[in-house]
């Protein structure tokens, strides 16, 4: 599982924890990024991107987005 930290122009950050999978849409198909590639997937920062762990789901969206932090965790 992972920890994401997405920071927006404005300064605010947002933490998910527990992300076991990750999904967008880009060229015209749904991608669709497993627990094991987390760490070495390259997240566009354009684009709205799923999250999802064992308990919860969650939506981000792209827009002004300057950074994806994505964190192993123990």
Known sequence: M???IFQYENG????FEHIKSVR?????????VDEQNL???PFPTGKDL???S???NFTV???NL???ETKKED
């Open 2 to 4: 992972c920890t994401f």
């Open 12 to 15: 605010v950050k947002h933490q």
């Open 24 to 32: 967008y849409s880009g060229a015209g198909k749904v991608i669709v």
């Open 39 to 41: 760490l070495t997937h």
């Open 50 to 52: 799923h999250l999802f």
């Open 54 to 56: 064992d308990r919860s």
């Open 61 to 63: 969206n792209g827009k």
């Open 66 to 68: 300057t950074y994806i």
